[in-house]
C-alpha cells in the first residue's frame, strides 16, 4: 500500500481504491483497506490522522503489519474508488508538536545524555519522559535554547540511509528494525529513528513551551505546548492574570505579590475575627447565672472559633462546680443564628459542643445525651465534645 505521507506530507485530498471492508465486532465499526492513503494511522505514541472517505468520518487509523486500516461507520463498497481527505489542521497541529518533541530530546540527549523514553501525543496533551531528571531551572534553558532553533529555522530532514550508512549513523531510538529506517534530521540538533509527519523547518514550529516538569519513574515528564497550542495557552492565562491584577488594581507582574498580600491580610483578619469571638464569648459567659444561683453553666453561641469556645469553657470551669457547655451553631434550615431562632421545640438544630466539670462525671452526661438527643460525642470524665441535632430547650433539658 502507498504512504502518501512518505511521499508529500502536504497531500490532504486523495483517491484510492478499496481493497477490503470489513466489519469489527469490537469497536463495532468498518474496517477499510486502502491501496493508497494520506491518513497517518496511530503509531509511536502519536494519534491517528482524522478525516474522511466519501464524506464519512475516519474516526481511527490503526496499522497492522504494515497495513493501514481506516475506521468508519457505514460499509464501503469493496473495488470502489473512495475520495479521501485528511483533517489538516489537526495533522498540522501534530506535525508542530512532535518535530517540537525532536528537538527538546535531541537538546536533553546533547547536554545531559537522556533518552527519551516515553511519548504520547493527542488532541489534549504532549508528554515526554526522560531517564534522567531535570528541574523547572533546567527545563526552562532548554526551552530557551530550542526556541532558538525554531527562530534559525533550519530544515527537517528525512534521510533513507542505506544500511551501511546506518551502522556509521549516530541518532536516537536506536532498535532492530526489518527494513528501511528512516531518520528525521534536524542539523546540528537531533537524529532519530521516526515513522511520523513532521514540519519541513523548524520555524513552523512557532514557539514551544514546556508547561509541566514532574519527577517520574525516576526521571522526568515534561508537558509541551507548541504552534496554536501554546498561543492558546497563553492567551487564557494572560486573561486570567490580566483579569486579576484589574480587579486588585496591581500590574500584571505584581499579581503574585498581590496575591500573597491579600492572602496575608486574610490571615489577619480571621486572627482578629477569632480574638473578638473570643472576647464576645467572654462577655456573654459574664451575663449567665451566678455560681450561687446555678452550679451548671450552659451558654448557647454562634461563634464557632474553637480554640475560643474551648476556652471559654476552661473559664467557665474556673467558677461553676458543675458541667460547664458551649453549645455553638444554629438553625440548620435557614443557617440562622443561634440563641432565640432555636429555642423552643419549635425547630431543631445543629449545635457543635464542649463539656467540661471538675465535679461531675461528663461520660455520664455523654450518654444521657447520646441516648436521649441521639448526640455523637465522645471524651473523658472532665471534657466532652460532639454535636447535637436539638432544639435549645431540648438541651437545657437535659444539661442544665
Ligand atoms: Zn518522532
Redesign the pocket.
Known amino acids: 500500500m502507498r504512504k502518501l505521507f512518505y511521499e508529500d506530507i502536504n497531500i490532504t485530498k486523495f483517491e484510492a481504491q478499496v481493497l477490503s471492508c470489513d466489519y469489527d465486532q469490537d469497536r463495532k465499526l468498518y474496517k477499510v483497506l486502502l491501496d493508497q492513503t494520506a491518513f497517518f494511522p496511530e503509531e509511536?505514541g502519536?494519534s491517528a490522522d482524522i478525516g474522511t472517505l466519501n464524506g464519512m468520518e475516519v474516526v481511527d487509523a490503526q496499522i497492522k503489519d504494515d497495513l493501514i486500516y481506516h475506521y468508519v461507520e457505514q460499509a464501503i463498497e469493496v473495488g470502489s474508488t473512495v475520495s479521501g481527505l485528511v483533517d489538516w489542521n489537526q495533522r498540522f497541529d501534530f506535525m508542530q508538536q512532535?518535530s517540537g518533541?525532536?528537538i527538546l530530546s535531541g537538546l536533553i540527549h546533547n547536554k545531559y545524555g537522556y533518552n527519551n523514553v516515553g511519548?504520547h501525543l493527542s488532541n489534549n496533551e504532549v508528554t515526554m519522559d526522560f531517564n534522567g531528571p531535570l528541574d523547572w531551572e533546567q527545563a526552562r534553558e532548554i526551552e530557551l535554547e530550542a526556541n532558538k532553533i525554531v527562530y534559525q529555522n533550519l530544515p527537517v530532514n528525512i534521510l533513507y540511509p542505506t544500511n551501511d550508512e546506518l551502522i556509521n549513523m549516530e541518532y536516537r531510538?536506536k532498535i532492530e528494525i526489518d527494513g528501511q529506517v528512516r531518520i528525521?534530521e534536524i542539523p546540528g540538533v537531533d537524529m532519530?529513528a521516526?515513522?511520523?509527519p513532521?514540519v519541513a523547518t523548524t520555524g513552523q514550529i512557532g514557539i514551544l513551551k514546556i508547561v509541566g516538569v514532574q519527577s517520574y519513574k525516576g526521571g522526568v515528564r515534561l508537558n509541551i505546548l507548541c504552534g496554536e497550542r501554546a498561543l492558546k495557552d497563553y492567551s487564557l492565562k494572560y486573561d486570567s492574570v490580566s483579569a486579576i491584577a484589574q480587579d486588585m488594581s496591581t500590574k500584571q507582574e505584581q499579581v503574585v505579590e498581590g496575591y500573597q498580600r491579600l492572602k496575608d491580610e486574610c490571615q489577619a483578619y480571621k486572627y482578629k475575627v477569632n480574638e473578638l469571638q473570643a472576647k464576645c464569648l467572654s462577655m456573654s459567659l459574664a451575663a449567665l447565672p451566678s455560681p450561687e444561683e446555678s452550679e451548671n453553666a450552659v451558654l448557647f453561641t454562634d461563634i464557632t472559633d474553637n480554640m475560643a469556645i474551648r476556652n471559654a469553657v476552661n473559664e467557665l470551669m474556673e467558677k461553676y462546680s458543675g458541667y460547664c457547655g458551649v453549645f455553638a451553631g444554629g438553625d440548620m434550615a435557614s443557617d440562622n443564628k443561634t440563641g432565640d431562632d432555636c429555642d423552643g421545640d419549635k425547630k431543631v438544630c445543629n449545635y457543635r459542643f464542649v463539656i467540661g466539670s471538675k465535679s461531675s462525671d461528663c461520660n455520664e452526661l455523654a450518654q444521657k445525651l447520646r441516648s436521649e438527643l441521639g448526640a455523637k460525642c465522645g471524651g473523658n470524665k472532665v471534657m466532652i465534645q460532639g454535636s447535637v441535632e436539638a432544639g435549645k430547650s431540648e438541651i437545657e433539658r437535659i444539661v442544665v
Open positions: 509511536g502519536q512532535h518533541e525532536h511519548f531510538s528525521v532519530c521516526c515513522c511520523a513532521h
